[in-house]
């Protein structure tokens, strides 16, 4: 390699590693209808902290997921509603470091608001954390409804992340007002050809999700 060429690629480096992959894209370069809160990028989370992996708060995700929740995003603007994103592509080493946060049995700062009725040490055996996330695939995004122009998140019965079984999208013990807006959301979801997850109503998987059997650890810059 000549020195002109080696310079070249050290100076493209850095701008090269974070380029996301081919097959992805920022949801803000598709639609902006959506607004972004990335629940990982700062301590408003279960964990308290800012996770691996995070560093701006701009949701990434396969092309044809993110084209999809564009077009449902139009269809929603027409009631005066729209997606607060929570999460999206989510990095491997983000869920390393929930698996490594679940093993420290010390550290319930988030008990309280996030997991009140679930013994740490039984997060594994629940299902709540694992060593593999669909976000990771690309094609799976954490959202809820807000009503435009104020902002505001509409009523689902409890918080984003909340572990426990009041956060299944079958619960019953709901208000009919919040049984009405997981209904709404999990209708306009699934008619963009996504599929609900029965234990978080703020879940959901592109059905034809392109890289199924593939794991990214791309950081979200």
Not at 193 to 198: A, E, L
């Amino acid at each position: 390699m000549s020195k002109s060429l080696y310079f070249l690629v050290c100076l493209l480096f850095p701008i090269l590693s974070w380029a996301i992959p081919p097959g992805f894209v920022y949801l803000d370069e598709v639609t902006n209808k959506a607004t972004v809160n990335l629940r990982y990028l700062a301590a408003d989370n279960f964990v308290k902290r800012p996770i691996q992996g995070y560093f701006v708060n701009r949701a990434i995700l396969s092309k044809p997921a993110a084209d999809a929740l564009s077009l449902a995003s139009e269809e929603l603007k027409t009631y005066g509603l729209g997606f607060l994103i929570f999460d999206a592509y989510r990095p491997q080493q983000a869920v390393n470091d929930f698996v490594s946060w679940a093993k420290d049995l010390k550290d319930i700062q988030g008990k309280a608001e996030y997991y009140p009725n679930v013994n740490k040490s039984h997060l594994f055996k629940e299902g709540y954390i694992a060593e593999r996330s669909g976000h990771t695939r690309g094609s799976t995004v954490d959202l809820t409804l807000i009503a435009l122009g104020e902002g505001k998140p509409l009523d689902m019965g409890t918080a984003f992340d909340y572990f426990g079984p009041q956060s299944w999208p079958s619960y019953p013990n709901l208000l009919p007002q919040q049984k009405a807006n997981r209904l709404l959301l999990q209708t306009i979801m699934t008619k963009y050809g996504f599929k609900p997850y029965d234990q978080e109503w703020w879940h959901f998987t592109l059905e034809n999700e392109p890289y199924p059997d593939t794991y990214f650890d791309f950081p979200i810059r």
